[in-house]
Nanobody
């Protein structure tokens, strides 16, 4: 069974840093684009960062210059380094990826279960 599992969330003070990690597991043939989303209570889920299989990246305007997305294709991981965190960035952060399961020929989209990030003093 193909799945994504996030880790690294927690409580951090304003201005602090956290690094989120997401690992893909199961019978996977190919991992294409990987993404991080976040969702605060009462808000819609928003795209934070995206990285393609060729490592092209893009970021939400609100996090540019502070967040960095990276991936390790051999380890099937995608990380999100978050610096200078703000209280309004308190949210559940979700990993998302387009992956081709072994034996299949088309991308399917997968979500992790989310990891909570709380920015508070």
């Amino acid at each position: 069974q193909v799945q994504l599992v996030e880790s690294g969330g927690g409580l951090v003070q304003p201005g602090g840093s956290l690094r989120l990690s997401c690992v893909a597991s199961g019978s996977i043939a190919t991992i294409h684009t990987m993404r991080w989303y976040r969702q605060a209570p009462g808000n819609q889920r928003e795209l934070v960062a995206i990285i393609t299989s060729s490592r092209t990246t893009n970021y939400a305007d609100s996090v540019k210059g502070r967040f960095t997305i990276s991936r390790d294709n051999a380890k099937k991981t995608v990380d999100l380094q978050m610096n200078s965190l703000k209280p309004e960035e308190t949210a559940a952060y979700y990993c998302n990826a387009d992956m081709v399961p072994l034996g299949d020929v088309r991308d399917k989209n997968y979500w992790g279960q989310g990891t909570q990030v709380t920015v508070s003093s």
